[in-house]
């Protein structure tokens, strides 16, 4: 009997015990599918890799988001000062973020462009609202959706007018050049036979801030293979540029673009501006040039949108119509081998890159002198991942001579020794002028370069372009005609001492600004509206 009592108690026991993780379990399943439940409902709106804010408000809800993946919810907090701007998807400063009450990025509509029976007739496509419009009418900047969702699907995967794959057997040399993934060597020469060029850029005004250290760079000692000048090309914009020196500059063989008249900083302007914006703003510019500068030859022809904000079709079908020949302001993400340039008849062969950038998604008769990341790693035998940078000045761990001198080495060898694709190296005048040590540095590097390779050139954009056009190996570029124009240029300037013109515009209202030009003065300062400063448009 006691034996029966002691094995019922042990029976009880194991029954309660069991009971219990039953109920465990099941209160644990259940929390699990309540987490679930909430996990699927807070994600069931959101793109693939979107942040978002669970709280929102200033203080530490805007630097706290949240992101939905594969493996479950993943949480960031953005460093101590910073405020994560969720229309950006990036920290920045606390005084830049003006969406701290936003949990998400704006919802838009999205037109229905992919359905299991069509909605539309043929050359119709639907909105998101099930009314259709003619298939033309969606991405051409315009609303004609009633709910405005023929422009909320525009990228270069969804444009439903996007420009085609890269099609060889269509896109020949010397009109047009594209390959798959941007990597293919035009001509297909080997790379050993091809020269190697490198593009030196400099962008925004030129002037007495930095006239001296071109002239340093650019003295005449230092030469070509074929015995000819180094040369570079300059992104201009407006204001304080001294024309007279930009007249010079391009006796002296530089290439001549434009970067714009107002430089303006706005954030989204050059994303959003009009077809009539980017004509005034680059076009105008050329005539300021071409006007002031005295460059009749019709060499402005390239074009560099300030803060590298790309300006989409409106900026390329403007390039189209006002006979631009090449846009340098798209940026490839750092890729092994680097990109060459190419035609934008053809779907770009890299994915658009940077934040909240608006790239060209239809085919436009223009070239892209595509701006290759740079491998800002010190050791380019360590693994690290570190995002690369387009302008030399914004890869910002570089911070001795030395450190630029292997920068430099190491990103010649990327490109020399795989397929020999432009390597650009894009300055703004100031980083090297207010750091000695780094313009020793490059000095040194382009010295060594030009000694012990006779199959490198330093040339300008227009010059790249000319070689894919006709492409040449490195035994017959050296009498290489486009690379010879204007090959050692001596001689006096157009004018030792220009005007010094003090001009107004109703444009600029409350400043006087100083035009130097080895032409007449303007009665007005040129601007968007008065280019030639002769009166408005």
């Known amino acids: 009997m006691v034996k029966f009592l002691a094995l019922t108690g042990i029976l009880a026991l194991v029954v309660a015990s069991a009971t219990a993780e039953v109920r465990v379990k099941r209160q644990a399943e259940e929390t699990t599918k309540k987490e679930e439940s909430f996990e699927k409902e807070l994600c069931k709106d959101k793109d693939a890799g979107e942040w978002f804010r669970l709280v929102a408000g200033e203080g530490d809800n805007c630097r706290d988001v949240i992101q939905c993946t594969s493996s ?15 229309e950006k998807q990036t920290c920045d400063w606390k005084d830049a973020v003006k969406n701290c009450k936003f949990k998400n990025k704006e919802r838009k509509v999205k037109p229905l462009l992919i359905t299991d029976e069509p909605l539309c007739q043929d050359g119709f496509l639907a909105c998101g609202d099930g009314n259709c419009i003619e298939r033309g009418l969606f991405c051409n900047g315009e609303k004609d959706c009633t709910d405005g969702s023929d422009e909320n699907s525009c990228d270069i995967e969804s444009d439903p007018n996007r420009a085609p794959p890269c099609d060889p057997s269509v896109c020949v040399l010397p009109d047009c050049f594209c390959s798959e993934d941007g990597t293919t060597i035009p001509g297909d020469l080997p790379a ?24 340093e760079i650019f003295n005449g000692k230092r030469k070509n293979p074929n015995g000819c000048d180094i040369k570079a090309t300059y992104f201009v914009s407006h204001k304080y540029t001294n024309y007279s020196a930009v007249q010079e500059t391009s006796r002296k063989g530089h290439e001549i673009a434009v970067h714009s008249i107002t430089h303006n900083d706005e954030e989204r302007f050059w994303s959003n501006a009009t077809v009539d914006d980017w004509a005034k703003e680059m076009a105008g510019m050329r005539i300021i040039i071409e006007k002031y500068a005295n460059i009749t030859d019709n060499s402005v022809v390239g074009v560099r949108a300030p803060y590298l904000r790309v300006g989409g079709n409106n900026q390329f079908t403007m390039m189209e119509e006002q006979a631009f020949l090449y846009d340098s302001t798209i940026t490839a993400p750092l890729s092994n081998p680097p990109l060459w340039p190419y035609t934008m008849y053809f779907r770009m062969p890299h994915r658009c890159h940077g934040n909240l950038q608006s790239c060209p998604t239809r085919s436009h008769a223009v070239w892209e002198m595509v701006m290759n990341e740079l491998d800002r790693r010190e050791d380019p035998t360590n693994d690290e991942y570190l995002p690369g940078c387009a302008m030399v000045d914004s890869c910002s761990n570089i911070l001795t001579g030395d450190q630029f001198y292997n920068f430099l080495n190491h990103n010649f060898d990327r490109h020399y020794d795989q397929n020999r694709a432009p390597l650009g190296l894009y300055f703004h005048a100031a980083w ?17 370069v030009l000694a012990n390779h006779n199959d490198v050139y330093f040339v300008t954009m227009t010059q790249v372009i000319q070689w894919i056009q006709n492409p040449r190996t490195v ?38 600004i100083n035009l130097q ?21």
Not at 437 to 448: G, K, N, Q
Not at 479 to 490: I, L, M, Y
């Open 475 to 512: 035994s017959e570029v050296k009498n290489f005609e486009p690379w010879r124009e204007k090959c050692v240029v001596d001689g006096q300037p157009a004018c030792w001492v220009p005007h010094s013109c003090k001009l107004t515009s109703k444009e600029v209202p409350g400043e006087t």
């Open 517 to 537: 030009t080895c032409v007449r003065c303007p009665n007005n300062y040129p601007w968007v509206n008065d280019p030639t400063g002769d009166g408005f448009f």
């Open 192 to 215: 050993k036979d091809v020269p190697m060029m490198i593009t030196i850029t400099f962008d925004d005004a030129i002037n007495n801030n930095n006239i001296d250290l071109y002239k």
């Open 432 to 448: 090297l002028k207010n750091n000695p040590e780094f313009l020793d540095a490059f000095l040194y590097w382009i010295d060594e």
């Open 72 to 86: 479950g919810l993943q949480a960031i907090r953005c460093p101590a000062g910073l405020y994560f701007d969720i």
